[in-house]
């Protein structure tokens, strides 16, 4: 079950002035969640898998270019052949890999998208409970204004960093 499923029940049990700051919540506040929670998790598989590569590969480099250095009458046949061109594709792929890390800033993406996530929950929650810098409001109504100005703060200040990041070459 993911969160908007588990807050769908509780936003709708909130008492606000118009019906439509329900609907809000949910189209603007849950869908913004469902999507970082979407693009982390994309970035996370892409992360992890260039990230296995280079830390696999630079493991096995050294192994196999030590196996190498043992006597040569003790190698199968054609080693040095076969080594040579293990160890280049290997070393390709991690060369590759953490170009594709760095030239797509996937660690720095995957990060920020889980940051994002967490804030937006956390907001919600504090929203929903009245605590935090909510609780001096009475109710749900009164905090309203505010948590919809802190869920769009967030928000912009992700799309800043984003496009501030891809303006600076990174």
Not at 40 to 50: A, L
Request: glycine content about 6%.
């Amino acid at each position: 079950m993911n969160f908007a499923d588990n807050v769908s029940g509780i936003i709708d049990d909130i008492e606000l002035q118009r019906p439509y700051d329900r609907a809000i919540i949910k189209y603007r506040f849950l869908n913004e969640i469902n999507y970082y929670e979407k693009k982390r998790d994309e970035t996370k598989k892409y992360y992890n898998i260039f990230r296995f590569i280079v830390t696999t590969g630079s493991i096995l480099l050294p192994a196999i270019l030590s196996v190498g250095q043992m006597d040569p009458a003790k190698l199968p046949r054609n080693f040095e052949n076969i080594s040579y061109w293990i160890t280049w594709t290997i070393s390709l792929m991690v060369t590759a890999s953490n170009g594709f890390l760095q030239l797509f800033s996937l660690d720095k993406n995957y990060f920020t998208y889980a940051i994002v996530t967490e804030q937006l929950k956390t907001e919600g929650w504090q929203f929903f409970e009245l605590a935090g810098k909510y609780e001096d409001f009475k109710n749900h109504n009164e905090g309203y204004r505010t948590f919809c100005k802190s869920i769009e703060s967030i928000k912009r200040k992700q799309v800043e960093q984003e496009f501030s990041g891809k303006g600076a070459g990174s």
